[in-house]
């Protein structure tokens, strides 16, 4: 491959790199800020009984940054992902909107079908 066809190569990456970028900068919810909005809640997710302090503050967060319906949907696959990875008890999950008092519009559940979420 020659020198120029190198700089084509990078310069296309560079794009590919600032579109993603983009795309994250203008609003979409990731994985990554579920899971870091949720963290707090984990011990009440897997154990029950009292919920941390700062745990409502991840959901009320979480609920606020997941303004349009495709952050929601991407916000509700990510939370059957994650339930699935760290055994979370279903029924911890499904009460925690609740118990922060944050009405998210669907149960968190295995079973919640995302993209019906809006």
Known sequence: MGKHNINVVNVGWVVVVLCMVVEVAEGGITCQTVVSSLRPCMTYLKEGGDLPADCCGGVQSLNSA????????TACN???????????????????????QV??????SYNTDCAKVH
Do not use: F, H, M, W
């Open 78 to 100: 990510c939370l059957k992902l994650a339930a699935k990875a760290s055994a979370v008890q279903p029924q911890y999950a499904a009460d925690l909107p609740s118990r922060c």
């Open 66 to 73: 997941a303004s349009t319906p495709a952050d929601r949907q």
């Open 103 to 108: 009405n998210i519009g669907y149960e968190i």
